[in-house]
Structure formats: C-alpha cells, structure tokens
C-alpha cells in the first residue's frame, strides 16, 4: 500500500501561481507514473496532468497546456504541480495518484492508477 499525501494548495487570485507537491510513502517511487486530477463540485474527477515512470513522458489536459507543469524527483519521493496563471475554473480539490504498471504512456482515467491522496484545496478568486 502506497500513502500519498498531497499539499500546497490555498486561496489564490486569478494570475497567481501555486506549486502542489505529494509525497510517497514508497522505496520505490521512480517505478511509479503519477497523476494529477482535479474534482470541482458536482463535477467529476478529471485528468489535469501526468508524467511517466521514467519522467521522460507528459500529458497535460487541454485546459492546462501551457499553464501547469509537472514534475518528479524520484529522491524526495515527490511529484510536482506548477500552476501559473489561474483562473477561477481551475478551482477544485486536486488529488494525485500513483500507477504501478511501468506504463510509459500517462493514462489519463481515474480507474488506471492505484493509489490516490486526499486531495488539497485549490480556490482562485476572480
């Protein structure tokens, strides 16, 4: 069993930045791709960002490219979100999650990966 444990997120205005960071309870976190999802309220849980195992892979959703960039050290057992200009619907709770399958390919459904944190609280205001 993998425990990720995410934190970072806040209150924002709308062009601010914010670095989410989750961390592994894992030896054996550089065999793990990571993901970032994000769930605003009565919506469902949806793909933002994922890197691959090898770190030699991403995948942003179309709302982010450009905007948010992920990023792993396999020393720190830590996967990153960078998020820079944001807007008011990139408020969410942000959850990542951890696939174990040495897939080189981001997967982008929730059902692919493993294990999953708590989720941290991201609100931009307008």
């Known amino acids: 069993q993998v425990q990720l444990v995410e934190s970072g997120g806040g209150l924002v205005q709308a062009g601010d930045r914010l670095r989410l960071s989750c961390t592994a309870s894992t030896r054996t976190f550089g065999s793990y791709s990571m993901g970032w999802f994000r769930q605003a309220p009565g919506k469902e849980r949806t793909f933002v960002a994922g890197?691959?195992?090898?770190?030699?892979?991403?995948y942003y959703a179309d709302a982010v490219k450009g905007r948010f960039t992920i990023s792993k050290d396999n020393a720190k057992n830590t996967v990153y979100l960078q998020m820079n200009s944001l807007k008011p619907e990139d408020t969410a709770v942000y959850y990542c999650a951890a696939d174990s399958h040495l897939r080189t390919v981001v997967r982008v459904t929730t059902g692919e990966y493993d294990f999953w944190g708590q989720g941290t609280q991201v609100t931009v205001s307008s």
């Open positions: 890197i691959s195992w090898t770190g030699g892979s991403t």
